[in-house]
Structure formats: C-alpha cells, structure tokens
C-alpha cells in the first residue's frame, strides 16, 4: 500500500476538485490500494476486487461516511443510509416490491411507458438527453412502485437538491451565502410536500409516518438519476459505436449486453464509501478501525478488465455480469442495489426503444461531471435521426 502524502494531497487538491476520476484513475494506475493520514482520520482509497470484496462483504464496516451523511440530510435516515437493525427491518420491509419476481411483470409494463415515451418524439428534433432520460426514468420508477406517474417537475427538484449537496461538498464556503441557505430550505420545503405524497404506499404505510417519508424519499433519490444517468451515458457510448443500433434494436439480448457495458463504463453511482467498525485485514496490511474506505467502481472496472477502457458490448458474452468485486455498478454484498433486477430491465428496454426508432451521430464529448451519480457538465443535446436513411 502505498501513502499519498499530505503535500501531495494539498498539489493535487484543485485538480481532484474539478476533476476527482481523472486525478483516482492515475492513482489506481500507479497503486491498487492507497493510504492518507489525515490529521483527524485515516482514509483508503481501494480498486483491487480482492479489496473491494473485502470490504463490501464485511460486517464490520458502516455508512458513517461524509458520503451517507450528506444524503441523509435529503432523504432522512432511509434505506440507503442507515445501518444495524433499522436497516434490516427496512430493507425486509421493502425487498418485495423489488423482488425479481415482478420480472415479467416490469417487462410488459416498461415496454409500455418506454414507447409511449419515445413516439411522442419526433426524427429531426433536437433534444436533451440527460433531460429526456431523467424524464424517462422517473416515468419508470412512479409507475414500478407508486403505480402511477410522478410529477415531471419533481426531476428538477432532486437534481437541484443533489447538486447543491455534492456543490456544498466540494466549496464549504458557499455555506456562507444566506441565498443558498434560502434555496435549500425551498428544495427540502418541495421535496418534504412530495415525501408526504409519496409515503401514502401499501407498504410505506406499514412504517411509522417519518420513516414511510424517509423510505419515500430514498427511493425516489435512489431510483430516479441513477437509472437517468446510465441511459444518457449508454446514448452516448451508442452514438460512437453506430453499428450497434441495429442489433439493440433487433434483439433484447444486445440492448442488455450494451447497458452493462454502459454501467461498466459509466457507473452512475461512481463512489462507494464505508467506515471501519473493526480492524479489516487485506493480505499483509490491517486497516485501522475508525478508517474511512472509498472505493470507485469507475476504476476498478475501467482497470480490472481487459482493454478497460474500450467499449465491448459483447465481452459480456463470456465475461459475468453478477456483482462481483471486480464488476459492481450496483454494489456489493448486503448492501447491493433494491433496484438492481428492475433497472436491468428498465435499462435494456428503453435503450431497445429508442434503437427502434432513431440513430444518433457521434455526440460531442459532454464532460462528465461527477455529482452524485455520473452526470454530464451540461446535458447532452442531440438531433435524432431516422432510423434508415431516406
Ligand atoms: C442504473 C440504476 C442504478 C444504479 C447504478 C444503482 C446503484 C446503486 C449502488 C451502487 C448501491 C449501493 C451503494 C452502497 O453500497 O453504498 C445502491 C443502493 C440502493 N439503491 Fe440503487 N441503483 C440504481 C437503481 C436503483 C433503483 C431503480 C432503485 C429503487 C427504485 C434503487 C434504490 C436503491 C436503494 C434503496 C439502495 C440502498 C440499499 C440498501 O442499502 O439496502 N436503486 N444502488
């Protein structure tokens, strides 16, 4: 393991402010498994799969992270970061309505929604994709759980509360500006008339009225950009790779071999964090308890695969696609994602969608903007071609 020392830290501190996946993946290049000494603190940094494992199957370790922390301040102590008993008489509570069970079900229903969605597009229109996906995907998750679709302006709200999270996160003086102060209070005032709806569920309603709301919000903070973000970067990866449009389109099994590829690419979720309750050993080293552990499936996946960072849709053929600690856009573990086996359907289905119906030239390079899911700096417009020349 090697020590990224404090003076490192402080040359590299502006470059991993405005660019934190470039700055990690030339760390993961030069060492698997990092060490920082902060005063207060010890942190790792791993991207080995032995590691990754290590960590997210361990019992030992918690979601006390500034990480957990930050979105507990939006969605309250829900699903995603709470720990111990609440968290697993929640998740019991919960894993139903997510239960792959519902698989064939999801199907026929996403199938739906995602035509619907994309006839109302036109060939020929310029569009935002990342707005257009966000839209889609809560489209996606009010019908999967509430039945119903959710007000299209609450994408807004989320986005702009989860902005100003990961913004506060990344310039601790911006806390000084009374206006933000404001404009936070007005999300949370939103976001808290939204939850009151959104706990009235079947099974929300089993909950205590302020944990149902907490429920609530998690899910739909959990549920919305994540699956947003995947399809944007899959759209774009498409737009590069043309030939593969006619195959989504045609057959199921190629729109799943390109939405796991995208998710290896591009996994929304590109920072996983956890706290060390017990000493945890790796080989030779033991990390310290108390320690804060981050990991990046953006670079374990981008360093842990053959030609990492090509797109190579059909390396699913023979590569697995389970969690694993070498493949984990959704987690690992106890932890792993309640929305896995929905938006691998979700995914493929909307991506089959749109291949029936457009192509797309190769997209400018949007930027990736690392907030809390991987967005893009500002949207990714587009004009949307036929899907056969005239
Ligand atoms: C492409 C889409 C998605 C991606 C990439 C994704 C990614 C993840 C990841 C990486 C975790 C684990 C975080 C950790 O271990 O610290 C997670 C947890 C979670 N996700 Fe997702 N997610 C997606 C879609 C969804 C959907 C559709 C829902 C719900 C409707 C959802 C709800 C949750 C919840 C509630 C948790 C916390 C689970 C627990 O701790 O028990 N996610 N997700």
Redesign the pocket.
Known sequence: MLEITLSRLRREAEALRQNPLEVLLRWGQESPAWEVKLPFQRVYLLFAPEAVEAV?LSRGVT?ETFQYRALGRLTGPG??VSDGEK?RES?RLLNPP?SSKHRQAWQTRFSHIAEAFFDSWQAGEARDLEAGMMALSLQF?GEA?WGHPLEENLTETVIAALDHLVKGMQDPLLALNPRRYWRWRRLKKRLSEAAHLLAQHPTLAKLPPAQARAEAL??LI??HE??GS?LTWSLYLLSHHPHYFANVAEDYTWAQLVFHEA?RLY???WI?TRRLRQPLSLGQVQLRPGSLVILSPYITHRLSFPDGEAFQPERFLTERAEPSGRY????LGP??????D??LIE?PVALQAFAQRFRLEPLPDPGLWPSVTLRTRNGLPARLLKTTPD
Request: charged fraction near 10%; include cysteine; glycine fraction near 12%.
């Open positions: 997210l979601k699903l995603l968290w998740r997510f998750l759980f998690t899910l959990a549920g994540t699956l995947a998710l996994p929304p979720a996983i984990f856009p959704f987690g932890r792993l994602c309640i929305g896995r929905m938006s995914g």
